[in-house]
């Protein structure tokens, strides 16, 4: 349940970090930070915008 | 909702697409089909970590075959569209014909190959990227021909192998996707820096490859012989099978704003050329966060009826350990300028203060995406007249 990422699949394009900054962040190489595993409210659906737009398929969510 | 969706294509525009129309709900069938015997795989890591050895070709693939069953994705690999008989609404391929009630299509470019330089290797798919890399392996003088960023990123690797690098053009400079030449010098100079021997204003005469490698004679005179020559001169969309079709092609599949290019037929990705919704021009955009966002937008259309995109054009390279991240337009007539104190981000911004695109040159991450997000904002809006 909730955010999951695999930081090694990551290949940094911020797309994560860009539609949904209160969930992601980065690292000093890009490579996906997870602030918040468990988004509520409107925060879902910018999690599952994140997911569909990662390139890596790094990032999971089931609501 | 239709009850047979049929996506042909299996890259990271026809995967995407497939996976969101199940996300959405969407209970029919989807056929997935794809014509190398691969399941679908991540193009952009074939120029960088592939061929540089770091990533073996499994390390790129998108998604596992139990995934892709999972969704209920039925994947047909080695599956070639032949022919596509649009008001039918039938696609030919070369496992048969396939009745469809939407079909998506994401068919991609093909790589163009050198007409004057037929032993030149190419790259587009995983398999090519094996045959540079073995090349690169084992040369000692490699000549790329092709100013832009894959041609950097192969000239770039042969640098990493130790090689004897000639990086060629002929337009005098180098490009990096949609931010043509703005970056040429700092292109030039990073290159330079990292040894990588340039010439951007040779013309190719003529070409003589043996088993041992290739000649190439130039206009002036010069001849030069390597072990490995790659070509990376740009791309065709993939529309060949379509010539018996009703669809219109011009430079790639002519779509209306949503991504519709006929009655129940869609095109996403490098080979569909969407109708910008201010000019009204069909575009093509050939970098991958653009297939993602269309093959959402038209799986989103499909299921709920939502209207198109406009994806902001995202896509970054590493040469020579530099990162290089490009994120929105950019005009060749207006200069790129730092974007507040530092140089890591340089923006288009125009006589009004709108930044229109960024590029980050190592920019830190958080700080780059200051610049996106002033990007995000300015594309959310009009055009100014």
């Known amino acids: ?63 | 909702m239709s009850e047979r969706v049929v996506v042909v294509g299996a890259s990271i525009g026809g995967l995407t697409a497939a996976e969101t129309l199940r996300q959405e709900g969407f209970d029919g069938d989807v056929i997935l089909i794809g014509d190398e015997r691969h399941r679908p795989y991540n193009r952009p890591p074939l120029s960088k970590q592939i061929i540089v050895g770091d990533w073996e070709p499994e390390d790129a693939h998108i998604r596992s075959e139990v995934e892709i069953g999972d969704l209920g994705i039925d994947l047909r690999t080695s599956c070639v569209a032949e022919a596509l008989d649009a008001p039918a609404r039938v696609l030919h391929t070369s496992q048969g014909d396939i009745p469809f009630d939407e079909l998506i299509i994401a068919t991609g470019t093909e790589p163009r190959r050198h007409p004057l330089v037929p032993s030149a290797l190419t790259l587009r798919t995983v398999d090519d990227a094996l045959a540079i890399r073995d090349g690169l392996r084992s040369a000692r003088r490699v000549t790329v021909i092709g100013p832009g960023i894959l041609g950097s990123e192969i000239a770039s690797a042969a640098r990493k192998y130790g090689a004897d690098t000639h990086l060629v053009g002929r337009s005098g400079t180098l490009t990096f996707g949609g931010v043509g030449a703005l970056l040429s010098s700092q292109l030039i100079e990073l290159h330079e820096t990292n040894g990588v021997d340039l010439d951007l204003d040779a013309e190719i005469v003529s070409a003589d490859s043996d088993t041992a490698g290739t000649s190439i004679l130039f206009a002036d005179g010069r001849s030069e012989r390597a072990d490995l020559v790659v070509a990376m001169i740009g791309g065709d969309p993939r529309t060949g099978w379509l010539e018996s079709s009703t669809l219109t092609i011009d430079n790639g599949i002519v779509c209306d704003g949503t991504g519709q290019a006929a009655a129940g037929v869609s095109a996403v990705g490098d080979v569909a050329a969407w109708r910008d919704p201010y000019t009204g021009r069909p575009v093509r955009v050939e970098h991958q966060s653009n297939a993602i966002e269309q093959a959402i937008a038209v799986a989103l259309r499909l299921v709920r009826g939502e209207a198109g995109t406009r994806p902001v054009p995202l896509f970054w390279s590493e040469l020579h350990g530099t990162r290089i991240n490009a994120f929105g337009w950019f005009d060749p007539g207006l200069p790129l300028a730092p974007f507040d104190d530092g140089d890591a981000v340089l923006v288009s911004r125009d006589d009004a203060g709108r930044v229109h695109g960024a590029v980050g040159w190592n920019a830190p991450p958080r700080e780059f995406r200051v610049a996106r997000a002033a990007v995000a904002e300015s594309a959310s809006l009009a055009p100014l007249p």
Do not use: K
Request: with cysteine; hydrophobic share 50%; aromatic share 4%.
């Open chain 1, 1 to 63: 349940m909730g955010i999951t990422v695999q930081r090694d699949a990551c290949v940094g394009a911020g797309q994560c970090a860009l539609v949904a900054p209160d969930l992601f962040d980065q690292d000093d190489d890009g490579i996906v930070l997870l602030l918040d595993p468990n988004p509520e409210g409107a925060l879902v659906d910018a999690a599952t915008r994140a997911v569909r737009l990662c390139p890596a398929r790094a990032i999971t969510f089931s609501a």
